[in-house]
């Protein structure tokens, strides 16, 4: 399809798939030759030969002496000049920079080249009101509190040595070293000190160890057989101490640390915690079944290279809160488990704006100084102050468009038919 055609310049419209638009330009004729004069012409101002001022060499020696300079000028130019005209016609967004290719070039004759722009989805935006959702209401059982009062305490437990001769039971921890042979020969990679192993927890450093050492008492020296990376080892284990669990009374001082003044006070305030704890995940099924409903009514398709940038984002904030979990897998692994969330993540921010847009819902300034404001209200130092405000300062964009964003979905969630179950 020829998208526009005019005094030897031609665009040529060869595909559009998606968020991908490609196109054919042609620069002949007379276009060729004012395309050539305007490049001549600038890069006059910037050229210097011997001889000659800076905006005083002749046209004629620049052809000759900076030829590659010219052709270069010549297909930035033509490239600019189509791609502004394509965007004002065809009413599109380009989200990366353009791609140049193919570039063809005869002298004094003509030029040609493929250009690529990735755009923005274009989409009308429906079916944002009256969402059906499920806010799921759960009771909160004394059982949880318990459990929860219990967590505390295990949480602030420590580890007594016991200082009577008593033999190694289930509900002991043994700190010991071993030393591991193979055919009477000692494996120094295989031995290790200062070890501790909780004997009612079957993992251990050494495969079958708790057994054998149950009944075992400070000081003394089991052995047995067992396996290591395959290898039927024997092990020589020095019980070097034996402890127990020790949980904290809940008693006054301890109460004071939790800042309750009693262990009914404590509980309530667990009671209220598992329960802001059930609003807040309700909350974000919520949020989760209005977006799934949203990517539902509004199919399209996403720029690919945008959805690449936002898993490779992905990949590198899981990476860092996960690392165990990412060292588990390779790279591209990582990124094939992470891409539906990127998209969804894509698929999501493009709604809520094209919302924003079209209920006028945009970030204000003072939006922006409440959500600064509120960060810094949390902050003790000048100098945190001080780093926070820069990394506002320096994000300022993503922070208003994230402020859009929430304005659109409490928009769109202030509209929404939230039905309460108890479950």
Request: proline letters at 4%; hydrophobic letters at 35%; aromatic letters at 6%.
């Amino acid at each position: 399809m020829i998208f526009s055609k005019k005094k030897g310049r031609e665009i040529k419209k060869k595909m559009q798939e998606g968020c991908i638009h490609d196109y054919q330009i042609t620069i002949a004729d007379e276009a060729f030759s004012e395309l050539e004069q305007q490049s001549l012409t600038q890069l006059q101002g910037v050229v210097s030969l011997p001889g000659f001022r800076q905006g005083k060499v002749p046209f004629d020696m620049i052809k000759e002496k900076f030829s590659d300079k010219l052709r270069e000028k010549m297909f930035s130019l033509s490239a600019r000049n189509a791609i502004d005209e394509i965007i004002r016609d065809e009413k599109i967004v380009p989200v990366v920079t353009p791609l140049l290719s193919s570039p063809q070039f005869v002298p004094a004759t003509k030029l040609g080249f493929s250009l690529r722009l990735e755009c923005a989805p274009t989409f009308e935006i429906t079916g944002y009101e009256k969402i059906k959702a499920v806010r799921k209401i759960r009771e909160i059982t004394n059982k949880e509190v318990e459990e929860n009062v219990e967590q505390i305490r295990n949480y602030n437990a420590y580890l007594k040595p016991l200082t009577e001769d008593v033999p190694v039971g289930k509900e002991h921890y043994v700190v010991y070293d071993y030393e591991a042979y193979e055919n009477e020969k000692r494996i120094d990679e295989n031995c290790a000190k200062g070890e501790i192993v909780f004997m009612g927890n079957p993992g251990a450093t050494i495969v079958n160890l708790p057994q054998n050492v149950l009944g075992a008492r400070k000081g003394d020296v089991v052995e047995f057989d067992s396996e290591a990376g395959g290898r039927k080892l024997h092990f020589k284990v020095y019980i070097r101490e034996i402890k127990e669990k020790i949980l904290p009374k809940l008693d006054e001082a301890f109460l004071s640390q939790l800042g309750a003044k009693s262990v009914e006070e404590l509980k309530e305030n667990i009671e209220q915690m598992l329960k802001q704890q059930a609003r807040d995940k309700t909350e974000k099924e919520i949020i989760t079944q209005i977006e799934d409903e949203l990517i539902k009514r509004n199919p399209f398709h996403l720029p690919p290279t945008l959805i690449e940038e936002e898993n490779k984002e992905l990949t590198e904030m899981f990476k860092k809160k996960a690392p165990q979990i990412a060292e588990t897998m390779d790279e591209k692994t990582l990124k094939e488990k992470l891409r539906p969330a990127a998209e969804r993540n894509l698929r999501v921010a493009y709604i809520l704006n094209a919302v924003a847009k079209k209920e006028n819902l945009q970030a204000s300034e003072e939006d922006y100084n409440k959500e600064l404001s509120k960060s810094l209200e949390r902050l003790n130092s000048e100098e945190e102050r001080s780093k926070i405000s820069n990394v506002f300062a320096e994000r300022k964009e993503y922070i208003m468009a994230m402020i859009t964003e929430n304005k659109a979905m409490d928009f769109i969630r202030s509209r929404a038919d939230i039905k309460s179950v108890k479950i």
